[in-house]
């Protein structure tokens, strides 16, 4: 495997995992995520066509029974991935809602608009008829335009590709620059930055290629100097995708560490979370299920579901008030300050001892009553909240079914106790 083979797959690896990180928002459906389908559809589209250029599946693919498969399907998927990224150009800049002249990118965008799709679908309509027509697919190859180079039916097939690719990257170039220069986040325009240079390496490599094979239907080169260009341009064809897969993501780093901040509450709140909802199924929007499939449930946001599980825990609790003995908040307390370690974890160990011994309770058909004093709330916001529900739920995973059975037992043996007292009062 030559080194060039090797940044294939690791190029290709890299749109794939960039696909696959933003595909969540591409499944939700308001407008800024129609903006966000459409980046997706351009990530998971160049994925493609860039996993048919490594070696094993090109060579796979191009001696099947249609020869040279490979390029009609990387040139298909590239096409799509093109026309989906032409989206999202005109949908973030071919917006304009200020009175008065309207600024010359916007007026480029829609015109963008007018023609992206038509010139799409022809592209692909005059591809298939040229590969199958024209080109000479009579021995699979390995590098298309090497193999190639000199034949004018091989030589038709690619310039029609490589002008909608060049037009394509020559647009994306200049509207990315335009943004480049009245970016206010430094991250946003170091993003738009790689990305407008990654164009520029197109627009390079579509006129260079371009002119490569016109010149060789002319004068025919040597196949070590073909191979040698090839394996030039498709070098700087890794280094393309590499700065738009890297400048497309720096934009969204910023979101990466609230990212990763949700998914730890997620995981720490849902042991909390599904016992209380399996003891009051028609809380949730959802019947709860295992962690795996809460996080892998890509239609609803994380910072919302993080939102609804604390809004059940909250709603549950309350339900548990009518089950729970009027002292086993004190209970809860006493076997709080009694166990060791931190003082600090008393009050989200006492709210653990007061869940787990009123779902006991709840779970033994105790009869609904009067609601029962709780632990108060110590956040001031929805991110507090959550933060003290996460640390209920650490405390929560150490409290022991017996052990909750003991401080819900002790609560009874209190309230006997104080009944009898009344008694012979």
Known sequence: MTPLDLAGYLIAGLMTAVALWRMPAALRGDEEDRRRRALWGCYAGFAAALWTK??????????????????????????????????YIVAIYGQYADAGDIPRHVRFARLIQQVAAKASVATLVLLTVLFFTV?????????????HAGQWGATLYMSVFYLYLGAASAVCAYQWALATASAGQRRLRIGLG??????????????????????????????????????????????????????????????????????RAQVRLHALWYELMAAFPDQPFDPPASLVRELTRFGTPADLRIDRWAADIADAVEKLRH?????????????AEAGPGDRDRTGPLTDAYWIKAALVAHGDGAAPGDAAAVGTQHATDQDGEVAW?????????????????????????????????????
Request: hydrophobic letters at 50%; aromatic letters at 8%; charged letters at 20%.
């Open 323 to 335: 089950y729970a003995p009027g002292t086993l908040l004190a209970a809860a307390g006493a076997a």
């Open 194 to 263: 790689m990305m407008t240079f990654a164009m520029f390496i197109g627009v390079g490599y579509t006129v260079s290629r371009t002119l490569f094979l016109w010149v060789s239907v002319i004068d025919r080169p040597s196949e070590s100097f073909a191979l040698h260009f090839d394996e030039i341009t498709e070098a700087s064809q890794v280094v393309l995708f590499a700065f738009f897969a890297v400048g497309a993501s720096v934009p969204a780093l910023g979101n990466v560490r609230r990212r990763a901040k949700l998914w």
């Open 54 to 87: 490594t070696r094993v599946v090109r060579i796979g693919l191009n001696d099947s029974s249609v020869t040279d498969l490979s390029v009609l399907i990387k040139h298909y998927t590239a096409t799509i991935a093109i026309l989906a990224i032409l989206s």
């Open 135 to 147: 080109v000479d697919r009579s021995v699979p190859s390995d590098r298309f335009v090497a193999d």
């Open 389 to 425: 529900l996460v640390r209920v739920a650490a405390a929560y995973r150490t409290v022991t079914a017996e052990r909750a059975r003991q401080v819900l037992e002790s609560t009874r043996a209190e309230s006997a106790g104080t009944a009898a007292k009344e008694q012979t009062a």
